[in-house]
């Protein structure tokens, strides 16, 4: 499917309750744990989200349509959170993850883009030239992504209570080396 | 994390308002779409969850509460909503599984298991002994699983669109034969 921005708003916009809704309440024996060192659990993850919005998805479209003779992201830093968010409780994070989105799209839609745009490249510390389109693309696929990873580490709590039902549920063993 | 009927049923409760969330209104062109032949599209995974409560997780609670001598359970049909859902909508599947979930979550309290219940077998028609905690685990990773499997399913409408970030969004890349 070719990038629409307002097919992809409808999932960005979406993303905030779909969270609330997989996560609030469920309490912290679901929420909490990861799938190893270096892994996120569902805390990690709204906090990494967060992270995107105040560091990665608008501040470079800014600097893709601010132009220039070299429109250079900077680095993102996907362990931003472990310090920031210390002694913070999901629910403030669901909150301060929707109103950041909120003003992210606000802040999009004030863009006005159309398709020239839309082209217009960015330089990324590793990928290299990049379009704004993809960049639009990759964070609609980021949601996504961190979505099917918080259901893939709740389920993996039950992975002994299910017996032997582990072999028909691939979602408890597709990932033996997991990837945030 | 072991088994807990409470725990487990925080999850249960929240997956219609979870799929509503994800799902409604973002179109079908991110819905309609499948990983290939014999997989599922996110219109499937809600006929496929609603086939579960119809035909799996309290029908089979059932039969292993009820006992005697061969507490066995009937197979179950993986694409018995191929048939079942042709020309419904997304919508209408979400408020079925909304009202069959309410209802089967009814039931499930109407049994007031204890510990000693729970441990009750059931003969599964491939997996042989299972108990009732384990059939309730296996509904809850269940869930979870098709959760993950549709916001795969979504993302992967956007892996040309996301250009060299395919590489970063593990998502994309990590089921190269997908497993419902």
Do not use: C
């Amino acid at each position: 499917m070719d990038f629409d921005l307002l097919r992809a708003t409808r999932i960005l916009e979406r993303t905030p309750a779909s969270l609330r809704a997989l996560l609030s309440g469920v309490g912290d024996g679901w929420t909490r744990p990861n799938e190893g060192p270096d892994t996120f659990s569902a805390f990690d993850v709204i906090g990494h989200l967060i992270d995107g919005e105040e560091t990665d998805w608008i501040p470079r479209a800014k600097i893709i349509l601010a132009g220039g003779d070299d429109p250079r992201f900077q680095p993102y830093d996907r362990f931003r959170h472990r310090e920031r968010n210390k002694g913070r409780s999901l629910e403030s994070l669901l909150e301060e993850f929707e109103r950041l989105r909120g003003q992210s799209l606000a802040t999009l839609r004030s863009f006005e883009l159309d398709e020239a745009r839309l082209d217009l490249p960015g330089n990324h510390p590793r990928l290299g030239r990049v379009s704004l389109r993809q960049l639009l693309s990759a964070w609609v696929v980021h949601d996504l992504g961190h979505v099917a990873q918080i259901s893939r580490v709740m389920a993996k709590q039950y992975t002994d209570a299910v017996g032997p039902w582990v072999q028909f549920l691939p979602v408890l063993t597709d990932h033996p080396v997991p990837r945030s």
